[in-house]
């Protein structure tokens, strides 16, 4: 089913669309769809009945990361098969496993993008791989290419800025934890060096959550 973006999600993205259902693989703590219930994880067949129509910007794998290491390579072919029947539409995958996005032939038209909340280790956190590792996938990738801080989490100035910069996006979004976790969080006026800094980088699109924290 191809359903309408709504939330807290991405403002540019217009629909979101999960053939990959269930407890994504990297179990990270704050994860929004921890407050659903988490059945095992499958793939939904019916869902290669959708039409994705066009001139869509659809968030392919919003509610579970399809390319996790556990994620079954015919699964991934499946839905990339599926998004080439679709061609006039903008696709975002994104992921925290994105070494994962260089053995596949991904459409022209997709936006690739992973998380980096920090630039610290946060493995008591995730399972997924460490964001330095993500950072460094983000850097071999050559397709168009996004980064999301969110939940952001107290980094090193100088060091986040280097690794926006060698990964080179067309642009960043920037946001908070807004479900009370807990999370070590920089303080307000770091947040705004940041913001500064990468507004020379690239574009930079702040959500709201994250009026909590700058203001």
Same mark, same amino acid.
């Not at 053939?19 to 499958?42: A, F, S």
């Not at 460094?136 to 990738?141: C, F, K, L, P, Q």
């Given at each position: 089913?191809?359903?309408?973006?709504?939330?807290?999600?991405?403002?540019?993205?217009?629909?979101?669309?999960?053939?990959?259902?269930?407890?994504?693989?990297?179990?990270?703590?704050?994860?929004?769809?921890?407050?659903?219930?988490?059945?095992?994880?499958?793939?939904?067949?019916?869902?290669?009945?959708?039409?994705?129509?066009?001139?869509?910007?659809?968030?392919?794998?919003?509610?579970?990361?399809?390319?996790?290491?556990?994620?079954?390579?015919?699964?991934?072919?499946?839905?990339?098969?599926?998004?080439?029947?679709?061609? &006039?539409?903008?696709?975002?995958?994104? !992921? *925290?496993? +994105? #070494?994962?996005? $260089?053995?596949?032939?991904?459409? %022209?038209?997709?936006?690739?993008?992973?998380?980096?909340?920090? &630039?610290?280790?946060?493995?008591?956190? !995730? *399972?997924? +791989? #460490?964001?330095? $590792?993500?950072?460094?996938?983000? %850097?071999?990738?050559?397709?168009?290419?996004?980064?999301?801080?969110?939940?952001?989490?107290?980094?090193?100035?100088?060091?986040?800025?280097?690794?926006?910069?060698?990964?080179?996006?067309?642009?960043?979004?920037?946001?908070?934890?807004?479900?009370?976790?807990?999370?070590?969080?920089?303080?307000?006026?770091?947040?705004?060096?940041?913001?500064?800094?990468?507004?020379?980088?690239?574009?930079?699109?702040?959500?709201?959550?994250?009026?909590?924290?700058?203001?």
């Amino acid at each position: 089913m191809l359903n309408k973006q709504k939330g807290n999600m991405y403002p540019w993205v217009t629909h979101t669309w999960n053939i990959v259902k269930g407890k994504c693989p990297h179990d990270c703590e704050y994860c929004y769809m921890k407050l659903y219930p988490q059945k095992d994880i499958r793939f939904d067949v019916s869902e290669l009945k959708t039409d994705l129509g066009r001139g869509n910007t659809i968030f392919a794998g919003s509610s579970c990361d399809p390319w996790a290491e556990a994620i079954p390579q015919d699964w991934l072919i499946q839905i990339l098969k599926h998004c080439y029947k679709y061609p &006039n539409n903008t696709y975002l995958f994104q !992921s *925290k496993n +994105p #070494s994962r996005f $260089e053995l596949y032939p991904i459409p %022209v038209t997709a936006i690739l993008g992973t998380t980096i909340e920090t &630039n610290r280790h946060i493995g008591q956190f !995730s *399972k997924a +791989p #460490s964001t330095e $590792e993500r950072m460094r996938a983000m %850097v071999r990738i050559k397709n168009r290419k996004m980064v999301s801080i969110e939940p952001i989490m107290d980094f090193d100035l100088a060091e986040m800025v280097i690794w926006v910069r060698w990964i080179n996006p067309e642009f960043i979004s920037i946001g908070a934890d807004s479900k009370g976790h807990n999370l070590p969080e920089p303080p307000a006026d770091k947040i705004k060096q940041l913001i500064e800094a990468l507004k020379e980088i690239t574009e930079v699109k702040i959500k709201d959550n994250l009026k909590r924290l700058s203001q």
